[in-house]
């Protein structure tokens, strides 16, 4: 058994965790504000919502480099308000995972909240509820399901970020060396030992998230079916 280093299980954990929280509270705002409503350019705004799916993590980290580097926008008006920058730093990492995993949580939620009849939150407007009390006692609790899938594939997929935080965060141990980066320098050091219990770390967990969902699915759908009796 080689000698392990347990920061990065630490490092992925929390990176994982609060961009989960971030990406579920914009993801769901954003899902809820354009699911029901059409306007001019709606599907430009949700192609560009999910550009980060389909392009190359590398790419992403490229783009984020262009706007968070010492010379992008942001990054020179961080650095000029906070005397701070990102790049190389454990909000780099952060911010990757909230870029990479947002579309997941977004194409979740939109499905989430399109699925049911927009009456059911018309009626409840007829008796004189709040946007806010109808979104939290209508809206929210009928997409659970929807939002809840999202979630664990949100978390999932921040902990097992890796190109987009490479570019941007670079590998720094004990600041950004995540469970992904530490397994692809361990493997460049020759150090299979410690990249293959690396490698079984992240797939007990990948794994251990989705059999999870499918099992809280499964028995949502047979509670459904039962209570439909």
């Known amino acids: 058994m080689p000698d392990i280093n347990y920061s990065p299980l630490w490092l992925s954990f929390k990176t994982a965790a609060i961009a989960t929280v971030i990406v579920f509270i914009i993801g769901v705002f954003l899902a809820r504000a354009i699911a029901r409503n059409n306007f001019f350019g709606k599907s430009v705004v949700e192609a560009i919502f999910m550009l980060p799916l389909v392009l190359p993590p590398t790419v992403v980290g490229f783009g984020l480099l262009v706007i968070f580097g010492k010379n992008g926008p942001l990054g020179t008006m961080i650095e000029n308000l906070f005397d701070t920058q990102i790049v190389f730093t454990w909000n780099a990492v952060l911010i990757a995972a909230v870029v990479v995993a947002f579309p997941l949580m977004y194409q979740s939620a939109s499905a989430a909240f399109q699925q049911y009849d927009p009456n059911v939150e018309k ?58 980066l530490t397994i692809y320098f361990e493997v460049e050091a020759g150090n299979t030992d410690t990249a293959t219990f690396w490698v079984a770390i992240i797939i007990i967990l990948g794994f251990s998230a989705i059999l999870w969902l499918n099992w809280w699915s499964k028995r949502n759908l047979l509670r459904y079916k039962n209570n439909a009796r």
């Open 123 to 180: 009626a409840a407007y007829t008796m004189g509820a709040s946007k806010w009390k109808v979104f939290w006692t209508v809206s929210f609790p009928i997409a659970w399901p929807g939002l809840l899938s999202g979630l664990v594939l949100t978390f999932a997929r921040a902990l097992g970020e890796f190109g987009a935080t490479l570019m941007l965060a670079g590998y720094i141990p004990g600041v950004t060396n995540t469970i992904p």
